[in-house]
């Protein structure tokens, strides 16, 4: 349990500094972090408008098998287009 809760506090740090070569170093190890611990960074990178954090956990979202669901994508981009960053994001939303 402690290496998960070390893992994860590793992750915040790569998210907080902004840094989407570290996010993407945490979502490509082999130990996978929970789909909930992905979704509430990216929910903290766009409350603190960490544009290259969150375009690295919406690249990495794409392609991954355990997708943050629907209903929280979609909670988390309204907070986008309300925080005015989708256009830095580079996507839209309907």
Known sequence: MRNAEIL?????????SNNSN??????SEE??????T??????????????ESIKAILEYNNYSSDKITDKHLNV???LAAKENILKDIVITYH
């Open 38 to 51: 992905i979704t509430g960074m990216l929910m903290i990178a766009v409350e603190n408008k960490l544009v």
């Open 76 to 78: 988390i981009l309204c």
């Open 8 to 16: 994860s506090l590793d992750f915040y740090d790569a998210v907080i």
């Open 22 to 27: 570290a996010v993407r170093k945490f979502l």
């Open 31 to 36: 130990r996978k972090l929970p789909t909930t």
